[in-house]
């Protein structure tokens, strides 16, 4: 289908930092933009950062920055078991 050709098209990109789908049909737009390989991916709007996570797929970065994906970046988490 044509909706099944711009979602390889989209996808067919080294790059994947953010991507917008344009449709009357909401229904349709969110069913595509959960198939784009992209970070970001906005219906019906371009660039609205909203203070969710942000970043990228593929080689458009590793990582989010903004909430809890941002620490998780920054933490390791380690095991302490301690003899009774």
């Known amino acids: 289908s044509d909706d099944?050709?711009?979602i390889e098209r989209a996808n067919n990109t080294e790059y994947g930092l953010g991507?917008?789908?344009w449709s009357s049909?909401?229904?349709t737009a969110s069913r595509i933009a959960s198939k784009l390989l992209s970070g970001t991916v906005w219906v019906?709007?371009?660039t609205d950062l909203t203070g969710?996570?942000?970043g990228g797929f593929k080689q458009s970065g590793i990582g989010r920055e903004l909430g809890k994906a941002d620490i998780?970046?920054?933490t390791e988490i380690q095991?302490?078991?301690l003899a009774k």
């Open 4 to 6: 099944e050709e711009a």
């Open 19 to 21: 991507a917008s789908v």
């Open 25 to 27: 049909d909401t229904t």
């Open 44 to 46: 019906n709007q371009h």
């Open 52 to 54: 969710a996570p942000f």
């Open 72 to 74: 998780d970046a920054f």
């Open 79 to 81: 095991t302490l078991s």
